[in-house]
């Protein structure tokens, strides 16, 4: 289970990588295309829905490799049982936090696709195929915070803890700046 877990969160977070090369390349387009007088207005729309999704399939990944801002100043100060229950008490509410995001999202996604919603703007297709991005990728980060709970219950270290020391460790404190 951990290593489709992980490739799960890898294969979204790769897909997150890619639809920010598909944005390089359409501006590169749109670019090209505004000095050659080609129709590129729907580029617009597009780029827009790839940020969205490049975004929100990103998240779970990021989660686990310990590249949220997080502000651990008052768990590097405590005993490891006092920082283990804090930890336990943000996964709590980011569960919380994130349950709530996914239900309305899901909601919200599933009423366009019912009344057969379409987008506004230049390219004119079921809004309901953009959302979906978004909604897939709360529901990976759901996923990936329920996976840290169990696994921080168990009186596992977070990932992302481990992946910041591992950091550290090798000499890169980049991600602290």
Request: charged share 15%; proline share 3%; with cysteine.
């Amino acid at each position: 289970m951990r290593r489709f877990l992980d490739r799960l969160y890898d294969g979204a977070g790769a897909l997150g990588a890619f639809c920010v090369f598909l944005i390089f390349v359409l501006m590169i387009w749109a670019g090209l295309g505004r000095q050659f007088n080609w129709r590129v207005s729907g580029i617009n729309d597009i780029v827009a829905w790839l940020c969205a999704a490049a975004s929100f399939f990103a998240m779970a990944h990021a989660f686990r490799h310990g590249d949220f801002v997080r502000v651990t100043l008052l768990l590097e100060a405590v005993p490891p049982r006092v920082r283990r229950m804090l930890e336990l008490v943000c996964l709590f509410i980011a569960l919380v936090c994130v349950g709530y995001l996914t239900w309305w999202a899901t909601s919200f996604t599933w009423e366009s696709y019912e009344f057969a919603e379409m987008a506004t703007g230049l390219v004119v297709i079921p809004i309901w195929i953009p959302q979906s991005t978004f909604v897939l990728g709360c529901w990976l980060l759901l996923l990936a915070l329920v996976d840290e709970t169990v696994v921080v219950l168990r009186g596992g270290k977070p990932s992302y803890q481990r992946a910041v020391e591992a950091r550290h460790a090798a000499g890169d404190f980049s991600s602290d700046v």
